[in-house]
């Protein structure tokens, strides 16, 4: 099949060009807007109490005053406001009432904090549009509003709140994707011309993968209206990482093959046809086995999780198709001068670095694998440290934003769990109007709960079937004492209900519990479901039932230890309170896919060397002399692009980039290099039961060779830059 279709992209170049810059073209004129969503309760499925909550409270009360911006006054100088200060307050709110800013429902003064330093506006707004771009775009309206009504007085002003939130996660998450951008675009094209010296070659694969991006990304859009998923903008840039790490690597694994086809005499166009043919299934089954990892994404409970999966699969669906078809079409129509200035190419140069390195494989395979494992080992061992926050807009942008400010402030002037109250919502079961003497009693037992500041009735549906019981925590909404204390409020909102009445719990600390509970439930299902989709892909590629469970054995102590690294970097050694909730799922999800990937490469390339005869130790060290080139360039390269992703400037992509970057290198420089082939090395013949694959064949079936041989011909130099 992959000579096929080597065959028709060399034979046809340019009409493989056409139809891709037609699809390009067609795709992106005519895909929707990828739609986007920072409200963190859009992430859960409606069967959970806080999504319960919710829909009660908008039945009940829908006229509810529920305050998606917040302006916060405070003097320049510091001081406590004065009777002129509060007037102006008190102007600024009626002028911003009068503006009638789109989204906007109801502007109203809010309550001035205890010291008398701090008092604020409170704005409504659509609750059906919240996290949606029109209320940041409102936002942005009435911060410019808010500080155009207070020149000329003493006061200075913020706007904080969920839409002022999502106005600076929106600006964040831009400079974060135009940062991400420049750094991948940079490492990969000077790591490319230190591999190849040939600017063609450095430049081409960044011009071929931002085709594919643009086609990625409206076929996402169109994934994404078509199946309703929810949107984030952080995706965004986890898509920028992924299209142009996996791309650059499907380019080293081809063009790798086509040098080492040209070397062994091949006419160019046939180098290509041979390139494809030899290296097509070893593409295909990387692939496979990170989409599959990705796919693994729709049994989760989260939307934002949900979207992440079947977008990333898109995305590497696309780079696998360009990979076959597209940079063979471009590269067969250049031919050699892809090359250029550099002559390397023509000759295969002595690697003196990795063969000594397999040398030493060779000799003490049991040594190599204690140690390496046991870095693996000592660094999981940070893992029992792990806490989760889940805080996605905080964690999504610098604390620096004004929202950020504003929320901070907040804490320290009036409760902290005020900016977010919890509220408890009770109602009659057979739709009759409540017993109003009962309230006193119920708030009291609500107030009682340990982690409550206070808790009152604040109103009742017209029908009077429903009652919202306000309860304001001690703590911030997202922190752990608060979402500890939203499980003890559920407890007894539950158990201290009237007869005859039920009780829900909604607000921001309820949601966060609820996605704790979600990240709990994904954890279960997710990671053994993807472990097992590869399991079987690695099974059936090497056809056998021992290599697949050491492999993914190796793979999971690699996950332990990135997570570990993860926590030690981050919660002991910068004080971070926690790690993003979702951090782990998609940490496993890359390091196990991309990790496989590599081991794969390592494996069948011992296998290769197995079959011509060599014992299974001396197999080993030849599989890490030819192969780990080629591992290294890709994992250093994919490594790179990952750690760009630090440069964003906000805690979820700066400990998603270190952690995923992280990741691969392990997968790269300790599981693949050593880890894997060592342990291989001495369990022996038996690796391969029952299909004794590594056993002397005279013709070795195409799967084993497409798919091992990442011999990638980067026999390298002894520079040990893989030439």
């Given at each position: 099949?992959?000579?096929?279709?080597?065959?028709?992209?060399?034979?046809?170049?340019?009409?493989?060009?056409?139809?891709?810059?037609?699809?390009?073209?067609?795709?992106?004129?005519?895909?929707?807007?990828?739609?986007?969503?920072?409200?963190?309760?859009?992430?859960?499925?409606?069967?959970?109490?806080?999504?319960?909550?919710?829909?009660?409270?908008?039945?009940?009360?829908?006229?509810?005053?529920?305050?998606?911006?917040?302006?916060?006054?405070?003097?320049?100088?510091?001081?406590?406001?004065?009777?002129?200060?509060?007037?102006?307050?008190?102007?600024?709110?009626?002028?911003?009432?009068?503006?009638?800013?789109?989204?906007?429902?109801?502007?109203?003064?809010?309550?001035?904090?205890?010291?008398?330093?701090?008092?604020?506006?409170?704005?409504?707004?659509?609750?059906?549009?919240?996290?949606?771009?029109?209320?940041?775009?409102?936002?942005?309206?009435?911060?410019?509003?808010?500080?155009?009504?207070?020149?000329?007085?003493?006061?200075?002003?913020?706007?904080?709140?969920?839409?002022?939130?999502?106005?600076?996660?929106?600006?964040?998450?831009?400079?974060?994707?135009?940062?991400?951008?420049?750094?991948?675009?940079?490492?990969?094209?000077?790591?490319?011309?230190?591999?190849?010296?040939?600017?063609?070659?450095?430049?081409?694969?960044?011009?071929?993968?931002?085709?594919?991006?643009?086609?990625?990304?409206?076929?996402?859009?169109?994934?994404?209206?078509?199946?309703?998923?929810?949107?984030?903008?952080?995706?965004?840039?986890?898509?920028?990482?992924?299209?142009?790490?996996?791309?650059?690597?499907?380019?080293?694994?081809?063009?790798?093959?086509?040098?080492?086809?040209?070397?062994?005499?091949?006419?160019?166009?046939?180098?290509?046809?041979?390139?494809?043919?030899r290296v097509g299934e070893a593409i295909a089954s990387a692939a496979g086995a990170v989409i599959i990892a990705f796919l693994a994404l729709v049994l989760s409970t989260l939307g934002f999780l949900k979207q992440m999966g079947p977008a990333l699969a898109i995305a590497v669906a696309v780079t696998l198709v360009a990979g076959l078809t597209l940079i063979p079409a471009v590269v067969s129509l250049i031919g050699p001068k892809v090359f250029w200035p550099s002559k390397s190419w023509q000759r295969e140069p002595e690697n003196a670095r990795f063969a000594a390195l397999g040398r030493g494989v060779r000799r003490r395979p049991g040594l190599t694998a204690a140690l390496s494992g046991l870095v693996l080992v000592v660094l999981s061992l940070g893992t029992l440290g792990f806490n989760a926050t889940f805080d996605l807009a905080s964690g999504s942008m610098p604390k620096t934003k004004e929202s950020m400010v504003v929320q901070d402030e907040m804490q320290k002037a009036y409760s902290a769990g005020a900016a977010a109250p919890t509220d408890v919502y009770l109602s009659r079961e057979d739709g009759k109007p409540l017993d109003k003497a009962s309230f006193d009693a119920y708030a009291k037992k609500l107030g009682a709960v340990d982690g409550v500041n206070s808790a009152r009735m604040t109103q009742v549906s017209e029908d009077g079937a429903t009652a919202d019981f306000t309860v304001t925590l001690k703590y911030d909404a997202a922190a752990d004492k608060a979402i500890d204390a939203v499980g003890d409020v559920r407890d007894v909102a539950h158990s201290a209900a009237p007869e005859g009445t039920s009780a829900l719990v909604g607000g921001m600390s309820s949601i966060y519990k609820d996605i704790d509970t979600a990240v709990n439930h994904d954890y279960r299902t997710v990671f053994p479901v993807a472990a097992l989709l590869i399991m079987v892909i690695l099974g059936l590629l090497l056809r056998s039932v021992v290599a697949p469970w050491y492999l993914m054995a190796s793979v999971g102590l690699g996950f332990g230890a990135t997570l570990g690294a993860t926590v030690l970097i981050f919660q002991n050694g910068q004080g971070h309170s926690g790690l993003m909730f979702m951090l782990p799922v998609i940490m496993y999800l890359f390091v196990v896919a991309i990790g496989t990937d590599y081991n794969i490469l390592m494996i069948a390339r011992l296998r290769e060397e197995a079959r011509e005869g060599r014992d299974p130790r001396e197999a080993a060290g030849m599989a890490l002399r030819y192969a780990g080139p080629t591992v290294a360039a890709a994992g250093f390269i994919l490594a790179a692009t990952f750690a760009t992703m630090m440069l964003a400037g906000n805690a979820l992509l700066t400990e998603m980039g270190f952690a995923v970057s992280f990741g691969i290198a392990i997968a790269a420089f300790v599981m693949s290099m050593f880890f894997t082939p060592s342990l291989t090395a001495l369990i022996g013949h038996a690796a391969w039961w029952p299909g004794h694959g590594d056993r002397s064949e005279a013709e070795p079936d195409t799967a084993t060779v497409a798919a091992g041989e990442e011999r990638t011909a980067v026999t390298p130099d002894p520079s040990g830059h893989g030439h």
């Open positions: 099949m992959f000579r096929s279709i080597g065959n028709t992209v060399v034979r046809h170049p340019v009409w493989t060009i056409v139809a891709w810059l037609i699809a390009a073209v067609a795709i992106v004129a005519t895909a929707p807007s990828l739609p986007s969503n920072s409200d963190e309760s859009s992430f859960l499925p409606k069967s959970y109490e806080s999504i319960k909550a919710a829909e009660l409270q908008e039945r009940a009360f829908p006229s509810a005053f529920t305050p998606s911006a917040i302006a916060l006054y405070q003097r320049t100088d510091g001081g406590k406001l004065t009777a002129d200060d509060r007037k102006d307050v008190g102007r600024i709110t009626s002028e911003l009432g009068k503006k009638h800013i789109d989204q906007v429902q109801k502007v109203v003064p809010g309550q001035p904090s205890k010291d008398g330093k701090y008092t604020m506006t409170l704005v409504q707004m659509d609750s059906k549009k919240a996290g949606q771009p029109e209320q940041a775009d409102a936002a942005k309206e009435l911060r410019d509003a808010v500080k155009a009504l207070t020149k000329g007085t003493d006061l200075e002003a913020r706007l904080g709140g969920s839409a002022a939130q999502a106005l600076d996660q929106q600006d964040s998450s831009k400079r974060g994707e135009a940062l991400i951008g420049i750094g991948t675009f940079v490492i990969i094209l000077v790591t490319l011309l230190i591999i190849f010296r040939a600017p063609i070659l450095a430049v081409l694969p960044l011009i071929l993968i931002g085709v594919v991006s643009a086609i990625a990304n409206g076929l996402i859009a169109y994934a994404t209206k078509l199946f309703d998923l929810q949107a984030n903008s952080s995706v965004s840039s986890i898509l920028i990482v992924v299209l142009f790490g996996v791309g650059t690597d499907y380019f080293l694994f081809l063009m790798f093959r086509y040098r080492e086809r040209l070397r062994a005499g091949d006419e160019p166009k046939q180098a290509m046809v041979n390139a494809v043919a």
